[in-house]
């Protein structure tokens, strides 16, 4: 069964920073293209990153350029985002998503996502 599983998320003060996962079952990920969107509770879900397959291109969304950084380690079939000076703004449900490249539809359904909660 081809599955991405997202985790790493948790309650965190605003200025804290959190790395989370995105692992990879059933396939290799080192074709694919992976990104991260978020859902905050009554807004609409956006997109936050996107990595190419080879790691060589990146994008972010303006809202956590400068903050958020997406990178992946294809040995290990998981791609990571790492998110300093969290904000209130950023606390949201988290998923990732396979693509074939970044400017590309989803290739993948959504799957459970990891809570990211920014509060004091």
């Known amino acids: 069964q081809l599955q991405l599983v997202e985790s790493g998320g948790g309650l965190v003060q605003p200025g804290g920073s959190l790395r989370l996962s995105c692992a990879a079952s059933?396939?290799?990920?080192?074709?694919?293209?992976i990104g991260w969107s978020r859902q905050a509770p009554g807004k609409e879900r956006e997109a936050v990153s996107c990595i190419s397959g080879n790691g060589v291109s990146t994008n972010y969304a303006d809202s956590v350029k400068g903050r958020f950084t997406i990178s992946r380690d294809n040995a290990k079939n998981t791609v990571y985002l790492q998110m300093n000076s969290l904000k209130p703004e950023d606390t949201a449900l988290y998923y990732c998503?396979?693509?074939?490249?970044?400017?590309?539809?989803?290739?993948?359904?959504w799957g459970q996502g990891t809570q990211v909660t920014v509060s004091s």
């Open positions: 059933g396939f290799t990920l080192d074709y694919y293209a």
């Open positions: 998503r396979r693509y074939y490249y970044c400017s590309g539809p989803a290739v993948s359904s």
